[in-house]
T-cell receptor, first 115, second 111 residues
Framework: DAGVIQSPRHEVTEMGQEVTLRCKPI?????LFWYRQTMMRGLELLIY????????DSGMPEDRFSAKMPNASFSTLKIQPSEPRDSAVYFC?????????????FGQGTRLTVV | AQSVTQPDIHITVSEGASLELRCNYS??????LFWYVQSPGQGLQLLLK??????LVQGIKGFEAEFKRSQSSFNLRKPSVHWSDAAEYFC?????????FGKGTSLLVTP
């Protein structure tokens, strides 16, 4: 398996523009996570999907952020409109069943820069 | 609230020297503990995990960690560090379905 695949690896956009980050989880995994990594706050969970259903989105910073998982093999994280403070590395991770019984596999991340 | 503390932001060791990275957690129940490594520009890779049983856990790349309930610690160790071990190391506690990460320790390896 190729692991968790994220695209793009790097994204530079202007403030106010819409940004869409993409994730393909490992085949067969039914849990998907979006994390954000910044120097100030470290790694934060944004949203968790189980069987394509959003279970916990309490980490989503504000209404400008939205995430979807239309099927088991694809998820998106959208920021509209983007702001400079959204600049961070965004990671997608997937796992099989409950976290306690397995490990979360991370993608290589998308480095977002909003100028 | 559940939390993870990594007291050392940066650590520098000489190649071949031993390494210990500290991790303390705050969690009411039996924790599920993880160590991840992040190389520059890369995602996070799992080094090892503790769920239950033997408190000394072996991982990949020659790493091990010891769970000490009395000290609420899960320190990562390696007897002899290689230059390729230079990276960011994250301790995490499993809380329900998610991971709570520490802020990380950056490891620099000198010749």
């Amino acid at each position: 398996d190729a692991g968790v695949i994220q695209s793009p690896r790097h994204e530079v956009t202007e403030m106010g523009q819409e940004v869409t980050l993409r994730c393909k989880p490992i085949s067969g995994h039914n849990s998907l996570f979006w994390y954000r990594q910044t120097m100030m706050r470290g790694l934060e969970l944004l949203i968790y999907f189980n069987n394509n259903v959003p279970i916990d989105d309490s980490g989503m910073p504000e209404d400008r952020f939205s995430a979807k998982m239309p099927n088991a093999s694809f998820s998106t994280l959208k920021i509209q409109p983007s702001e400079p403070r959204d600049s961070a590395v965004y990671f997608c991770a997937s796992s099989l069943e409950q976290l306690r019984n397995t490990e979360a596999f991370f993608g290589q991340g998308t480095r977002l820069t909003v100028v | 609230a559940q939390s993870v503390t990594q007291p050392d932001i940066h650590i520098t060791v000489s190649e071949g020297a031993s390494l210990e990275l500290r991790c303390n957690y705050s969690y009411g129940a039996t924790p599920y503990l993880f160590w991840y490594v992040q190389s520059p520009g890369q995602g996070l890779q799992l080094l090892l995990k503790y769920f239950s049983g033997d408190t000394l856990v072996q991982g990949i790349k020659g790493f091990e960690a010891e769970f000490k309930r009395s000290q609420s610690s899960f320190n990562l160790r390696k007897p002899s560090v290689h230059w390729s071990d230079a990276a960011e190391y994250f301790c995490a506690v499993g809380v329900g379905y998610a991971l709570n990460f520490g802020k990380g320790t950056s490891l620099l390896v000198t010749p």
